[in-house]
Nanobody
Framework: QVQLVESGGGLVQPGGSLRLSCAAS????????MGWYRQAPGKQRELVAR???????NYADSVKGRFTISRDNGKNLVYLQMNSLKPEDTGVYYC??????????WGQGTQVTVSS
């Protein structure tokens, strides 16, 4: 069975940094991309960053220049380095895996709170 486990969330002051990690275990055939989504209270889940197996990246405009996504395809690991954090970055961050001929896989989420 496939399982995605996120880690690295927590409480940080504005301007601080966090690094999120996601480990995907189990047999996943034909991974297309891995990414991070977040959901704030009362808001829809939104794409934060995405990286394809070929290395192409996409970022939400609100995080571009502050966040960096990276991955290790061989180990099915994806990271999100978050710098210069703002209160509006607060939310539950979810790891996502897109794969050929299968539904998307999701982690349980990790809470990120940016507050003074």
């Amino acid at each position: 069975q496939v399982q995605l486990v996120e880690s690295g969330g927590g409480l940080v002051q504005p301007g601080g940094s966090l690094r999120l990690s996601c480990a995907a275990s189990g047999s996943i055939f034909g991974i297309i991309a891995m990414g991070w989504y977040r959901q704030a209270p009362g808001k829809q889940r939104e794409l934060v960053a995405r990286i394809t197996s070929g290395g192409s990246t996409n970022y939400a405009d609100s995080v571009k220049g502050r966040f960096t996504i990276s991955r290790d395809n061989g180990k099915n690991l994806v990271y999100l380095q978050m710098n210069s954090l703002k209160p509006e970055d607060t939310g539950v961050y979810y790891c996502n895996v897109e794969a050929i001929a299968s539904p998307d896989y999701w982690g349980q989420g990790t809470q990120v709170t940016v507050s003074s």
